[in-house]
């Protein structure tokens, strides 16, 4: 079956070090990724998108990475502050229909 | 500033009645999305637009159905709630084409008695 992981559990890192978020998939073909930010009783707000035939997108603090051998992607904040505290979402966009398909999502915690 | 609104941002009916959460973007953009969000669950899509008078089922649809009869606007209406559609649902736009990235609304938080 067709899957999307993202850790379940909440991710507490030190204020300052990197946070590195994980987004896994199974017998999906992307044609790109999307990882969003939402906070408690909010909607998500987009941040980065990267496609299939791109490795690597960076903006200011933030950094995807997008491995489509290991069908994984990984979300990196740097210089992580408590403001970066959020649920992180992934979302893969279907080759076949542009749908996208969503993980769960991670909880951050960033920790003065 | 553009922006998308729902309404209403919280709302507990009874079973059995049928209850329409608005949505409204001032965005001007044709792709308009439905989601439902559950505990340890994706966002998970409900029906979604592509323009006035176009409406697709998503992957959730059943009990649910959707009416664009302007570009402003996506009304998703419960026929006849039941409580395994108690939820938190999300509207969401986007201008057009097929990866762009999708403007979200504040979420409706609806329970079903």
């Known amino acids: 079956s067709q899957k999307i992981e993202q850790n379940s559990e909440a991710l507490n890192i030190q204020e300052g070090k990197t946070a590195t978020l994980t987004c896994n998939y199974t017998?999906?073909?992307?044609?790109?990724l999307q990882w969003y930010r939402q906070d408690p009783g909010r909607g998500p707000v987009f941040l980065l998108l990267i496609r299939e035939n791109e490795k690597e997108k960076r903006k200011e603090r933030l950094k995807v990475t997008f491995d489509t051998t290991l069908k994984q992607s990984l979300f990196h904040i740097t210089a992580s502050q408590p403001a970066d505290s959020a649920t992180y979402l992934c979302?893969?966009?279907?080759?076949?229909?542009?749908?996208?398909?969503w993980g769960a999502g991670t909880k951050l915690i960033i920790k003065p | 500033d553009a922006e998308i609104t729902q309404s209403p941002r919280h709302k507990i009916t009874e079973t059995g009645r049928q209850v329409t959460l608005a949505c409204h973007q001032t965005?001007?953009?044709?792709?308009m999305f439905w989601y439902r969000q559950d505990l340890g669950h994706g966002l998970r899509l409900i029906h979604y637009?592509?323009?006035?008078?176009?409406?697709n089922k998503g992957e959730v649809s059943d009990g649910y159905s959707v009416s664009r009869s302007n570009t402003e606007d996506l009304p998703l209406t419960l026929e006849s709630a039941a409580s395994s559609q108690t939820s938190v649902y999300f509207c969401a736009s986007r201008p057009g084409g097929d990866t762009g990235e999708l403007f979200f609304g504040e979420g409706s938080r609806l329970t079903v008695l």
């Open positions: 017998n999906y073909s992307p044609a790109y």
């Open positions: 637009s592509y323009g006035v008078q176009d409406t």
């Open positions: 979302a893969l966009g279907r080759r076949s229909n542009y749908q996208l398909i």
């Open positions: 965005w001007n953009h044709n792709n």
